[in-house]
């Protein structure tokens, strides 16, 4: 959705997914099977050089879904799987990137062979690490979770280190949780409380 969203607006690929648009479908899948070859090749050439496989779709607003469970299956899910298959078939883990509220789609992900999501952004619907950790902390790792709209915008030092030693403590529970900011910091967060929380990680940020 993002990529053709910037070719012709988001609105005309929400309106092409509900209509079945077919030439929409095609534009998809001829920029899909470049990338696909394109991803191919890489993992061939760089065995054993390659950590993990990251793609993204946003899915979310801050409030719920920005489509249904229905049309993901319809028109995103087997796209997403054929390079989740890929990786598979080279023994390397995928993680992928999704903003807003979208842990609707995770049993979608895991079911897919996805390993770890990003970005756990906290302020969005059923996005609250602790919901996250409870509901797929077993089957997800998670990556991000960290806001950039709180206690680093508008807190202390004190107030942003409390909030990270939170986020800690219920996400590193049972392992799988890489720390990071739900998204690049933007400039109205404030530099000493990004300075502090880097500065305190290796502390706080490891069991033991």
Known sequence: MNTTGMWCSMEKVYIAMADKNKAWSRLVERRLSIQFEQMERSLEILKGRIDFIWMGEDLGSQIGPLISSEMYRREIRDRHKRFVDLASAFGIPVMIHSCGSSSWAFNDFIDMGIKAVDTSQPEAHDMDPAY??????????????????????????EETLKKVKTLLEIMMDGNGYLFSPTHMF????????????YAALPTIGRYG
């Open 132 to 157: 996250l950790k409870a509901s797929y902390g077993n089957r997800l790792a998670f990556h991000g979770g960290f806001s950039t709209a709180g206690e680093v915008v508008s807190g202390s030092i």
């Open 186 to 197: 933007q400039e109205d967060s404030r530099l000493e409380n990004i300075l502090a929380v």
